[in-house]
Every structure is written in structure tokens, then in C-alpha cells.
């Protein structure tokens, strides 16, 4: 088993690779001291991408939170389908929001938004992100941010340009939300 510090620095020269995708050094630049992500108290990026903050942080050895900090179309959380939440709905003790596709509802708990909103929200094409983002523990749209929490083994072969990759579908995902008319929608536009 690999203990905390070397789970923490394989996090960490993963992000100082990443930094390097998200901002490719132009000859002007001074070079990057890998040292100096090592003194950091957490694994953390924070960074620009297509003219956003963008956040990565692992918060723990194989779950990467990504951020975008923008203006989402909705508040809802949406994460995995679990033994618990499967039971609670049964009981009609749970706030799941069902849209109505059997294959999503089975696999996707989302909660926060309205029955109306989620159905329009979570169109084909926004299922369909949904699915690319996979596997991932939740993924939320908040007041000035849309992230999500991914499972991202770097052991087993999780790189830095999956995450990149990662980052640009959740921008895809929040073009794709961006477009829907949400008429309950608590957040303006």
C-alpha cells in the first residue's frame, strides 16, 4: 500500500504536468521549479483555460475535483445511484428527481432542480455528456461554478490529458445546459 506522502507527491507531478498542457511554456517564460509543488500543503491547481478559472484538487489519492467557475444554467447535484438512495425512494422518503428515462434514472440520482427543469435540462445530448464524464462520484452546478468529483486512479493510468479531456466535456456539458429553456430555473441567465 502507497503511503499518504508518496500518494501525495504522484498527485502532485500529475498537476505539475497538467499545468504544463493547461499553459505551455513560450521561451520568455521562466521554467517551472517542480520542487515548489512539493512544499504545497494540498495537491491543488488553479489555472486558465479558454479565458476561465479552472480548479483541479485531488481530495484524495484517486478522486480529482475539476472546477469551472462560471455561471451554470442550473443548480442540481447530480451523482451514482446507490443501494441507499434506491431504498429511500421506495420509501418515498427521497428528493430524486426522475426525468423519465429509465436507463438514466437507474443510474443517476439528481436532486435541487425541479421534476420540469431536470426534464429539460438532461436532454439526449446532455445525457450523453453526462455519460462521457463517467466515472465520477457527483457532479454539481452550483452559483458560480460547475464541477465535478472524478474517480481518477493515477496508478492505473488516469494522465493528465484525460483530465484536460475531462475539463473541456464539462464545458461541453455547460454549452450544452446553457442552451435549454429551464422554466423554473432559480439562477437568472
Not at 8 to 36: G, H, I, K, T, Y
Not at 49 to 66: G, K, Q, S, T, Y
Not at 105 to 130: C, G, M, T, W
Not at 158 to 186: C, I, K, N, Q, W
Request: a positive charge; proline letters at 7%; hydrophobic letters at 40%.
Amino acid at each position: 500500500m502507497p503511503s499518504r506522502v508518496t500518494e501525495n507527491l504522484l498527485a502532485r507531478r500529475f498537476l505539475l504536468s497538467l499545468n504544463m498542457l493547461l499553459n505551455p511554456r513560450r521561451p520568455e517564460d521562466p521554467p517551472v521549479d517542480p520542487a515548489a509543488f512539493d512544499r504545497l500543503p494540498r495537491a491543488r491547481l488553479v489555472g486558465e483555460w479558454r479565458n476561465m478559472v479552472c480548479e483541479f484538487e485531488f481530495m484524495a489519492p484517486d478522486e480529482l475535483r475539476i472546477a469551472l467557475k462560471l455561471l451554470p444554467a442550473a443548480h442540481l447535484h447530480l451523482s451514482r445511484e446507490g443501494r441507499t438512495s434506491r431504498f429511500l425512494g421506495r420509501l418515498g422518503l427521497s428528493r430524486e428527481v426522475q426525468i423519465g428515462e429509465k436507463e438514466f434514472d437507474e443510474r443517476y440520482l439528481i436532486q435541487h432542480i425541479s421534476r420540469k427543469d431536470a426534464r429539460a435540462l438532461f436532454n439526449p445530448r446532455v445525457r450523453q455528456l453526462v455519460d462521457a464524464l463517467e466515472p465520477f462520484f457527483n457532479l454539481e452546478m452550483l452559483a458560480k461554478e460547475l464541477r465535478i468529483l472524478k474517480y481518477a486512479p493515477l496508478r492505473e493510468g488516469y494522465e493528465p490529458a484525460s483530465a484536460l479531456h475531462d475539463l473541456e466535456t464539462l464545458f461541453e456539458l455547460h454549452l450544452a445546459t446553457r442552451s435549454v429553456d429551464l422554466p423554473d430555473a432559480g439562477l437568472k441567465r
